[in-house]
């Protein structure tokens, strides 16, 4: 960066001065460092402050303290760079539901990999934006390269598939209504089960389309009888093929079950219908040689949701959306001739508006292809393992023990149990308890009619202790606060916040 | 986090050993430390390696280094961190178009403070999810309370007004056109002028509404006459309010140019019209006591769209959408049982997920949040003013210059200009040619019937000798490749790739 000391516009400040302020360039590291190490020694202490999962107090009590350190967002004036680092980013800590924790439990929420956090500060430092090849050179093209492999990953290798990056599985899930949309016009009709995820039907909100017909799957999962009877009464036929899109789930929210995926595909195929598969939590099970398997099957879908914030171990986003040629991505193509001039296009620079509805964009792939890197596919595979491991061994503890009750067995890294005999309005209040004494987040299921407490497991480190404690921390709380109590939220009320 | 060695799931690794990997906890930061050396060393080699503002060679040089140095984006096994990390980190500073670099001035792609990307760190690092208060208890309310103050920059302070953090200006414009479908049904129109950016056009059909009817903007900006006669002939009257939603802009990608919000917000209220602000760009002036009355009549829109990724300098994402009362904004209420249950609600629960349209979501806040503590709004101010102020040196010298034709005076950052006499084709490929080069990064403006130079001026640490040196690099050039010969866009093919 040409270093010129000549003079300055505005306040007389020389240029040299002011380039410090800049986190890129040559001189940008060195700018960085301090208030990085600023940075790392406040997430350090923050996190020894909170002395668990999440701070204590409830939400009051974190409104408060955020309110006592921010009591005006916009100030005239500034602090400083130290100061304003070290007062927030100490708040952050502290009152963080850290997933690190493994005590902290509750949703698809992963403590992120230090790889792919470290390589994530040379996203923000560069700030590639992936809208146009003259923002992100080397950025767009290893975009390019690395969502090859991953959409190889789910519609195998070397041949035309291709995946975009997405802010997660609502706007992958959100691309595969639209594309079918596009192909089939606005009369296409969204058909899922009742357990697929909630941005399916916001999708369709979204995209001013009918609401989802929406097959009942009262053991959880999408049955292919049950949606081939709703195919059939809806009129569905392949002489009239893409009036329907099935959205299977492998991998849902409340207990991680997987839809018979092969048996979906057939039923689709059978109907005329296409085929959506949102695989944001099941999905780097392909990773594994020994449970790739269960996700047999997704292979035939028109497009695929996966998500590697969640088994994935990324800090968000990192969603993905996969077809098997990415042709059928060219819907989204659009021209804006400052971005994307068809002069510009035929001289070779290549043209990236079509690989996002967003402009402006993060490049998220490079922490990706940063971690794919240095774990490789076997890493990966190790961690994913280890995480369906370490649920199995947690069903195994709430199996033997007489005063829970377990719902299945998982199937991926969700535990779904509770007090054996529990009310309702119980389940809640210990979920609340625990997340007003900052001891656990355990998340909450509705399933079979009734309220469950719900572990998602995504630290691969968690040890048995741990889970041994943490059904000791629910064990606990029932004992407390007894059991069969409809509605006993007043628990919520509790203990003044420190 | 408790640190139990007893015994591990998997293949026999301790897990203290394996705790090592995760960015989060106590242990985190000292994880995190080595590797963020080898970031911050990687990124001060390869920009030092890069010599200039961009890479040399052109699309096709980066994509052969690239494809070298990844031939595999998903290895079976993997490097480890550090070399991962130094391989690709070292690659996407050398390839970079670094908008820290003066001579990289094509797009609204600012060089990001260094405060805040020191901050977005720990919001990685910590790797909160903004869709429930569980995931991020002290995230969430840091969101609130500088949201409100972000709006009542825009609204006035201490009323109902609230904002959105996303994406950016696609997702604001296009929360923008939902919210008036909402309000409205899907029979409302867009009415924007020709100058409007792409983004509306493309929200309109993502949302299944009928394409913008377009009022031709000649001049760049959207005419309130001319707006007036649109809504006319179009049958618009207050007595059928919010048929039509009128899209204005408050800083153009072409020129910065501002549409005249009085008079445009008279019109609009005058044929019972909604009205959103596209201040994607010119919002920040807000910041400035000389500056803001430039956006005088911004707070007569219903929604107004605000990046700070722009003029702002934060790392991607850092969008804004304001509404003047945050009950607006509920048609985006959302209900998911297990990301905010009624009974959870009613305990006092914050319910996060109506404040985007994504469900899974990063603390783009953090880094805006600390930014404004560092520097208050004064300092923000100082930026926006020498940036513009730099903008008008740049105007002065191309007008100074009988070898340029300045366009017009700049009104934001944004100048537009052209080598006197040249052709559409020599600017196209001068534009082109200094790419390819890795000399500098201008971009491109087709208006009043031309193909024009631009220089977004995003840097406000920039001199008058770099604002110079970048003139000199047009005018040689100019001078080399001649004038006047229309699509000799075969420069391109120059000198091969080092």
């Not at 700018?31 to 999962?53: F, K, M, Q, T």
């Not at 950025?139 to 492999?149: G, H, K, P």
């Not at 089960?193 to 995209?207: I, K, P």
């Amino acid at each position: 960066m040409p270093a010129s000391v000549v003079e300055d516009f505005g306040n007389g400040r020389s240029g040299l001065e002011g380039a410090r302020l800049l986190a890129g360039g040559t001189a940008g590291p060195s700018v960085l460092r301090p208030l990085i190490a600023e940075v790392l020694d406040s997430l350090a202490e923050g996190a020894g402050e909170r002395c668990g999962p999440l701070p204590r107090g409830g939400p009051s009590a974190v409104a408060r303290r955020v309110r006592a350190l921010v009591p005006d967002a916009l100030p005239e004036s500034g602090t400083g760079p130290v100061p304003a680092l070290r007062t927030l980013v100490r708040l952050l800590a502290e009152g963080a539901a850290d997933p690190a924790d493994p005590l902290c439990a509750a949703h698809l929420h992963c403590p992120p990999l230090a790889v792919a956090v470290a390589a994530d500060l040379a996203a923000s430092a560069l700030n590639p934006s992936m809208d146009s090849w003259d923002q992100a050179p080397a950025a767009s093209e290893l975009e390019a390269v690395t969502c090859a492999a991953l959409a190889g990953l789910v519609y195998g290798p070397g041949g035309a598939a291709d995946a975009l990056m997405t802010t997660g599985g609502t706007e992958s899930n959100q691309l595969g209504v639209l594309l079918s949309r596009e192909r089939h016009g606005p009369g296409v009709r969204v058909v899922c089960g009742e357990n697929a995820h909630h941005s399916v039907r916001r999708a369709a909100w979204l995209l001013g389309l009918a609401a989802p017909l929406t097959v009942p799957a009262p053991r959880g999962v999408l049955n292919p009888g049950a949606l081939a009877r709703a195919l059939e009464a809806a009129g569905a036929r392949p002489s009239e093929p893409g009036r329907y899109l099935v959205v299977a789930t492998a991998g849902t929210t409340d207990a991680g079950d997987l839809d018979p995926l092969p048996a979906i595909a057939t039923v689709a195929r059978r109907y005329g219908a296409q085929l959506h598969v949102d695989a944001a939590y099941g999905g780097p099970l392909l990773f594994s040689d020994l449970l790739r398997e269960r996700l047999a099957g997704v292979e035939q879908a028109d497009s695929v949701t996966l998500d590697l914030h969640k088994l994935g171990w990324q800090p968000v986003a990192a969603g993905l959306f996969a077809v098997p040629d990415g042709a059928a991505l060219r819907p989204l193509d659009h021209r804006a001739d400052y971005l994307n001039a068809g002069d510009d296009s035929e001289a070779g620079i290549p043209d990236l508006l079509g690989r996002s509805l967003r402009t402006t964009r993060r490049p998220d792939v490079l922490k990706t292809a940063v971690t794919l890197r240095a774990l490789g596919r076997r890493g990966m595979a190790d961690l994913v393992e280890r995480t369906c491991a370490a649920a199995e061994c947690l069903a195994d503890l709430v199996a033997a023990d007489p005063e829970f009750e377990l719902r299945s067995l998982p199937t991926l890294s969700t535990v779904v149990f509770r007090p054996a005999g529990a009310g309702d309005g119980t389940v809640a209040g210990i979920r609340r308890g625990l997340l007003t004494e900052g001891s656990a987040v355990l998340g909450r299921a509705s399933l079979d009619g009734r309220l469950w407490l719900k572990a998602t497991l995504l630290n691969p480190h968690v040890q048995p202790s741990d889970l041994s404690a943490l059904l000791k921390l629910v064990r606990d709380a029932a004992g407390t606060h007894g059991t069969g109590q409809p509605h006993d939220t007043g628990w919520w009320e509790g203990p003044a916040p420190r």
